[in-house]
C-alpha cells in the first residue's frame, strides 16, 4: 500500500493557475501509475488526468485537455497536476491516486483507479468567476 498527500489547492480567480502536487510514501518501488479525479458538492467523483509508471502515457477527460497537464518526479516520489486557464466549474476536491496494475491500454482505463487503487483525502480548488 502507499499513502497518497495532496497540496497545492486554493482559491483562484478564473483564467488563473494552479499546481497540485501529490506526494507518495509507503511501497513506493512499485510501479505506480498516478491519476487525478475531482468530486464538485452533489457529484460524483469525476476523472481528470492519468499518467503510467515512466510518464510514457498520459490521459486526460476531455474538459481539461489544452488546460491541465499531468507530469511526475520519480526521484521525488511526487506526481503534479498544472491547471491552466481555469473556470468556475473546475471547482471540486481534487484527489490523487495510484495504481500499481494499471493497463492504460483498457478502455476506460480510469476506471481501474476507482476500482483498485489507494486515495488521498483531497485539496479543495476553488476558481471565482
Known amino acids: 500500500q502507499v499513502q497518497l498527500v495532496e497540496s497545492g489547492g486554493g482559491l483562484v480567480q478564473a483564467g488563473g493557475s494552479l499546481r497540485l502536487s501529490c506526494a507518495v510514501s509507503g511501497r513506493t518501488r512499485s510501479s505506480y501509475a498516478m491519476g487525478w479525479f475531482r468530486q464538485a458538492p452533489g457529484k460524483e467523483r469525476e476523472f481528470v488526468a492519468a499518467i503510467t509508471w515512466n510518464g510514457g502515457v498520459t490521459l486526460y477527460t476531455d474538459s481539461v485537455k489544452g488546460r491541465f497537464s499531468i507530469s511526475r518526479a520519480n526521484a521525488k516520489n511526487t506526481v503534479y497536476l498544472q491547471m491552466n486557464s481555469l473556470k468556475p466549474e473546475d471547482t471540486a476536491v481534487y484527489h490523487c491516486?495510484?495504481?500499481?496494475?494499471?493497463?492504460?491500454?483498457?478502455?476506460?482505463?480510469?476506471?481501474?483507479?476507482?476500482?483498485?487503487?489507494?486515495w488521498g483525502q483531497g485539496t479543495q480548488v476553488t476558481v471565482s468567476s
Open positions: 491516486t495510484a495504481y500499481d496494475g494499471f493497463n492504460e491500454e483498457q478502455p476506460n482505463a480510469w476506471s481501474q483507479f476507482v476500482q483498485f487503487g489507494s
